[in-house]
């Protein structure tokens, strides 16, 4: 697979739905951690992303205009010790809780399944962030319909070691669509050469998120030498 510009993936998808990016900095220094939400109903839309504690919380933009809580308002983000989890749903706190009893990254997603929204069913996209010292492996995991006529699940997870200025990118579909197109084969691999700072590397992601769609982004760098992290986060509704 080659290695794309991640600016060219979103910029020529108007509807890449939710998505997730993990890579290594091009310094080796920092983990690379990014996650976005894309809406096209009110209900989507009105979401924010606010930092709780050490992870990060979704909520109502607007708690009036809140129609329908169910799988849009969760924590995309933990830290549990050296490990840092997003999702695009409540998985996070399934994978927190069982790797907090010791159990692993997979059988927590063995315990879930794609969403049930039909005709949709979107997928739920995880990943897993490992640092060991000043190196970290990264895992990316896909629960999706095994296909139109079944409703089975389909579970892929796929593990990395970190390479710098590397990074891979998963979301739920393909691009707009009635239903969505629900996003088929290996992560994206991205450059992540010359992206700059937080500060920089976040601006990029959000100026190339489709204007109309776009509704909250987090940029999360954790430097491995310290383990400490900072976060960036850009919301539509401020």
């Known amino acids: 697979m080659l290695e794309q510009r991640i600016t060219d993936?979103?910029?020529?998808?108007?509807?890449?739905?939710?998505?997730?990016?993990?890579?290594?900095?091009?310094?080796?220094?920092?983990?690379?951690?990014?996650?976005?939400?894309?809406?096209?109903?009110?209900?989507?839309?009105?979401?924010?992303?606010?930092?709780?504690?050490?992870?990060?919380?979704?909520?109502?933009?607007?708690?009036?205009?809140?129609?329908?809580?169910?799988?849009?308002?969760?924590?995309?983000?933990?830290?549990?010790?050296?490990?840092?989890?997003?999702?695009?749903?409540?998985?996070?706190?399934?994978?927190?809780?069982?790797?907090?009893?010791?159990?692993s990254f997979e059988a927590a997603l063995r315990s879930r399944e794609y969403e049930p929204d039909a005709p949709n069913y979107t997928p739920r996209i995880s990943g897993l962030v490992t640092r060991d010292g000043t190196?970290?492996?990264?895992?990316?995991?896909?629960?999706?319909?095994?296909?139109?006529?079944?409703?089975?699940?389909?579970?892929?997870?796929?593990?990395?070691?970190?390479?710098?200025?590397?990074?891979?990118?998963?979301?739920?579909?393909l691009g707009d669509g009635e239903p969505l197109p629900t996003f088929s084969g290996e992560p994206e691999i991205i450059s992540l050469q010359n992206i700059g700072g937080i500060d920089d590397f976040a601006a990029m992601l959000w100026n190339s998120l489709n204007a109309d769609n776009k509704v909250s982004l987090a940029v999360r760098y954790i430097d491995l030498a310290t383990g400490q992290w900072q976060t960036k986060i850009i919301n539509r509704n401020q």
């Open 9 to 103: 993936i979103l910029e020529n998808n108007s509807y890449a739905g939710r998505g997730i990016i993990i890579g290594c900095s091009d310094d080796g220094q920092q983990a690379i951690v990014a996650y976005f939400l894309m809406g096209r109903s009110s209900n989507s839309r009105n979401r924010v992303f606010l930092e709780d504690g050490d992870g990060l919380l979704i909520k109502a933009y607007d708690e009036s205009k809140l129609e329908d809580p169910t799988l849009i308002i969760y924590s995309p983000l933990r830290v549990l010790g050296d490990c840092t989890i997003v999702t695009n749903g409540d998985q996070t706190d399934t994978i927190y809780d069982y790797m907090q009893k010791g159990e």
């Open 135 to 173: 190196a970290f492996t990264y895992k990316l995991n896909i629960l999706k319909k095994q296909s139109q006529n079944s409703a089975a699940c389909q579970r892929n997870t796929f593990e990395y070691c970190a390479c710098p200025g590397q990074g891979h990118f998963l979301h739920t579909y």
